[in-house]
């Protein structure tokens, strides 16, 4: 199942495309900005399933591997694919676009016809949420 999830990135709230809302970007009061970003509810990510974000100006995957949540850039680093549609065995995922395969956990390439790793991301799990830090955002 492929589901996405568009972000308010006001501080307000997230609002999924089933009209759930969720708390926004927990924000570091001493400096005005975000110190980590809230990306979804654990339970809105299936084991061995990818859930697509848009926030803060990114576009992510969220994957479920067993319980263990890892993210990646969503983009296809070889074309227009987007990852969280993709096929998900294991610990890697292959594109839905040219069926080239990247490890989830690492980024790197498994399969071509890709050759540039995806952008991986430090997640953290805390009170049922998943998180990735601000700071690793460009």
């Not at 495309?17 to 005005?32: C, F, K, L, V, Y």
């Not at 995957?61 to 294991?90: Q, R, W």
Request: proline share 4%; aromatic share 8%.
């Amino acid at each position: 199942s492929v589901y996405w999830l568009a972000v308010d990135v006001s501080r307000d709230a997230t609002i999924g495309i089933d009209g759930r809302q969720s708390a926004g970007a927990e924000w570091d009061t001493m400096q005005g900005a975000p110190s980590r970003i809230r990306l979804c509810s654990v339970t809105e990510v299936a084991s061995g399933e990818a859930l697509k974000v848009e926030t803060h100006g990114l576009t992510v995957a969220v994957f479920n591997l067993d319980g263990e949540f890892h993210v990646t850039d969503d983009a296809c680093t070889h074309g227009p694919g987007s990852l969280s549609e993709g096929f998900v065995d294991g610990d890697c995922v292959e594109c839905n676009f040219h069926q080239g395969v990247f490890n989830i956990r690492t980024g790197a390439v498994v399969q071509p016809p890709c050759m540039v790793p995806i952008k991986t991301y430090v997640v953290t799990v805390s009170d049922g949420a998943v998180y990735i830090d601000a700071e690793a955002v460009d």
